[in-house]
């Protein structure tokens, strides 16, 4: 009876190191050849954690090699200005983070002398970074064993077990399956998996390292559905003269993009004729249609003239950037 009573413990065992083996040599073999990836240095790994948040890797690459050019490390960041790491930042969007990024390594370099806590509960002291963000620091950058879980990371969970899971149930979830040898390299793993393999709509099984042990084969149906896109319209001008244009900053207390800057807005009204640009512009939920005019700005708008070689010195909202670059201006 003993023996029959420990047997699902021992099968278990087995196929979670079964799992494990299987996964670490498809990553192996398969990995996205990834800058952050080089080497296991705190401060890249956590510039790349922050930036890939709710940013596709595609969207990262180039930002992530110049935000290191000019910070290339924590102490240099912490010493640059607000607005130059705003600047640096810009096009990446979701410019909270690069704001708690600066605040972090203020503190790693006044209060740790410069020195990243080395496990994730120090981690999550630090501003901005939050229980995944803090695994996947401990664990690339200092083996600890403590797993993660993203979406990816859930969508393979899920389907692996055969069953949606919410919350804590997740994280245990995915801590048991921790391949504590190599944590760092099991978790970029299980990351690599879900956004390479374990896609949302069309799960590639034939070409999955652990088909075998799935419980789903991708058939698993995903809880909710994602909101509806809203459409909206905005107008913009470019004023240009003797070589500057005329840009705005956003409020200090603006609820978005505080500080940044930008076009200034026209009314809705004043967009009779063609205008000179018209393009496509996607923030969360909404899709905006941004129609451009040559044109003065409207009274009382609070800007002033930057000549054409500072404007990428600028911290600007992704959206001007794109019409400024559209525009020939950067």
């Given amino acids: 009876m003993k023996a029959n009573h420990c047997r699902p413990s021992v099968d278990r065992l087995k196929k979670t190191s079964l799992f494990q083996r299987r996964l670490l040599a498809w990553y192996d073999g398969n990995r996205r050849d990834l800058p952050w990836r080089h080497d296991h240095d705190p401060y890249r790994v956590w510039l790349s954690e922050i930036m890939l948040q709710q940013t596709r890797v595609a969207a990262v690459l180039e930002h992530y090699r110049t935000f290191l050019r000019r910070f ?93 899971l919410a919350g804590q149930e997740t994280w245990q979830a995915a801590q048991g399956l921790l391949g504590r040898q190599r944590p760092g390299d099991f978790n970029q793993a299980m990351m690599e998996l879900g956004a390479t393999v374990c896609l949302p709509r069309s799960p590639m099984c034939r070409a999955c390292p652990v088909s075998g042990l799935c419980s789903t084969r991708g058939a698993l149906q995903q809880p909710g ?7 909206r319209e905005i107008h913009y001008a470019l004023h240009r ?21 930008e076009l200034p807005e026209l009314p809705l009204v004043n967009t009779a004729g063609e205008p000179y640009l018209k393009l496509r512009h996607s923030i969360t939920v909404t899709d905006y249609l941004v129609r451009v005019s040559q044109a003065t700005a409207p009274d009382g708008s609070n800007g002033r003239w930057v000549p054409k070689g500072r404007i990428a010195t600028l911290p600007l909202t992704g959206l001007a950037r794109k019409i400024l670059r559209a525009a020939q201006v950067i």
Avoid: C
Wanted: aromatic share 6%; glycine share 8%; no cysteine.
């Fill in 241 to 261: 003269e003797n070589g500057s244009v005329f840009l705005v900053k956003r409020p200090k207390d603006a609820s978005l993009m505080p500080g940044m800057w």
């Fill in 72 to 164: 290339p490390t924590v102490k240099r960041l912490a010493s640059a200005r607000e607005s130059s790491v705003l600047a640096a930042w810009s096009g990446l969007g979701y410019y909270r983070r690069a704001r708690m990024l600066h605040a972090a390594a203020r503190k790693i370099v006044k209060d740790l002398a410069g020195m990243f806590p080395t496990n994730a509960e120090g981690l999550r002291a630090l501003p901005g970074i939050g229980r995944y963000t803090a695994a996947a620091i401990a664990s690339i950058a200092f083996d600890e064993p403590v797993a993660v879980v993203d979406g990816n990371v859930e969508r393979v969970l899920q389907r692996l077990l055969g069953r949606n």
């Fill in 225 to 231: 559905k994602s909101p509806p896109q809203r459409k």
